[in-house]
């Protein structure tokens, strides 16, 4: 049976009539008369060779054959949106966003899918980086998280957060460690800020060697090791509240002391899209709420 001559709107009419068993009510569900619903049923009637609705004295009643019909069509109907919307949405380019590692996994992520369900349409694809060589035209990002002073050429920026750095160890490690100065005898786990323990140490008034252990290329990875118990690491706790609440790690002392760098909000000069604009002001307010 060829379809090819038979219209979408007579199939939707007859859909309607039978599910709402009336051609006034399937008229104003499709902002047509009833006259043209009437229409379009006799012209699907008459290309089956089948009756589907039993015309009354008082109304319309649907056939067995058409209620069948009927659940097929609406099925059918609803795929064909699905996919049109689908269509529709994969035009929009997703929005392509740049970010150091460590602030991807400890603070965009468990906050991201708040902006995903605020912006359906603006779909976000995460590219992170160690924040080196980051630029924002060679890699095609709309904006990017960079961790600094906020003086990057060739793109316009906002401050985010400030960020903290203190001890952060396992409990096993913590238990043998009563002050800082126990830290002499326990393997510091450095990033490549390789003034970050001398400072902290400085601070807390212990003579110890900070550029001892090993040094990793992030602040994930070094808390890693950390996690292994391997070694007390210097980082920002905010990036690791997941740990921290779940008990794998612990801060063992109190004494913190400023980054030597924020976390920033970057973005190109050129005018920003939608989502790239819903995005930024989206971030800006989250850092603002999570300071505050």
Same mark, same amino acid.
């Given at each position: 049976?060829?379809l #090819?001559?038979l219209p979408?709107?007579?199939?939707r009419?007859?859909?309607?009539?039978?599910?709402?068993g009336?051609?006034?009510?399937?008229?104003?569900?499709l902002?047509?008369?009833?006259?043209a619903v009437?229409?379009?049923?006799? =012209?699907?009637?008459?290309y =089956?060779?089948?009756?589907?609705?039993?015309?009354?004295?008082?109304g319309? #009643?649907?056939?067995?054959?058409?209620?069948?019909?009927?659940?097929?069509?609406?099925?059918?109907?609803?795929?064909?949106?699905?996919?049109?919307?689908?269509?529709?949405?994969d035009?929009?380019?997703?929005? !392509?966003?740049?970010?150091?590692?460590?602030?991807?996994?400890?603070?965009? =992520?468990?906050?991201?899918?708040?902006?995903?369900?605020?912006?359906?349409?603006?779909?976000?694809?995460?590219?992170?980086?160690?924040?080196?060589?980051?630029? =924002?035209?060679r890699?095609?990002?709309?904006?990017?998280?960079?961790?600094g002073?906020?003086?990057?050429?060739?793109?316009?920026?906002?401050?985010?957060?400030?960020?903290?750095?203190?001890?952060?160890?396992?409990?096993?490690?913590?238990?043998?460690?009563?002050?800082? +100065?126990?830290? +002499?005898?326990?393997?510091?786990l450095?990033?490549?800020?390789?003034?970050?323990w001398?400072?902290?140490?400085?601070?807390?008034g212990?003579?110890?060697?900070? +550029? +001892?252990?090993?040094?990793?290329?992030?602040?994930?990875a070094?808390?890693?090791? !950390?996690?292994g118990?391997?070694?007390?690491?210097?980082?920002?706790?905010?990036?690791?509240?997941?740990?921290?609440?779940?008990?794998?790690?612990?801060?063992?002392?109190?004494?913190?002391?400023?980054?030597?760098?924020?976390?920033?909000?970057?973005? #190109?000069?050129?005018?920003?899209s939608?989502?790239a604009? !819903?995005?930024?002001?989206?971030?800006?307010?989250?850092?603002?709420?999570?300071s505050?």
């Amino acid at each position: 049976m060829n379809l #090819r001559h038979l219209p979408l709107g007579a199939l939707r009419a007859v859909a309607a009539a039978a599910r709402l068993g009336s051609f006034a009510r399937a008229a104003d569900e499709l902002h047509v008369t009833p006259a043209a619903v009437s229409q379009q049923v006799k =012209l699907v009637e008459d290309y =089956l060779g089948v009756r589907l609705f039993d015309r009354l004295h008082r109304g319309l #009643r649907p056939t067995a054959r058409v209620l069948a019909l009927q659940l097929e069509l609406d099925r059918a109907f609803a795929t064909i949106s699905g996919a049109l919307h689908e269509t529709a949405r994969d035009e929009q380019p997703p929005l !392509a966003v740049g970010v150091v590692g460590t602030f991807a996994l400890g603070w965009l =992520l468990p906050r991201l899918p708040r902006f995903e369900a605020s912006f359906p349409s603006a779909r976000v694809q995460l590219f992170t980086h160690n924040n080196r060589k980051v630029d =924002l035209l060679r890699d095609r990002l709309d904006v990017a998280i960079r961790f600094g002073d906020g003086g990057w050429p060739g793109c316009r920026s906002r401050h985010l957060l400030d960020s903290w750095l203190t001890p952060l160890c396992t409990p096993r490690v913590a238990a043998v460690m009563d002050s800082p +100065r126990d830290l +002499r005898r326990t393997t510091l786990l450095s990033t490549y800020h390789r003034d970050d323990w001398p400072r902290w140490l400085s601070a807390s008034g212990i003579e110890v060697d900070g +550029r +001892r252990g090993p040094v990793f290329d992030s602040s994930v990875a070094m808390i890693q090791a !950390a996690l292994g118990d391997f070694g007390v690491g210097l980082a920002d706790p905010r990036m690791f509240a997941r740990q921290i609440a779940e008990g794998a790690l612990m801060q063992p002392f109190g004494t913190s002391i400023p980054a030597v760098g924020e976390y920033w909000l970057t973005w #190109r000069e050129q005018v920003q899209s939608p989502p790239a604009a !819903a995005f930024c002001d989206w971030i800006v307010a989250e850092a603002a709420s999570t300071s505050g």
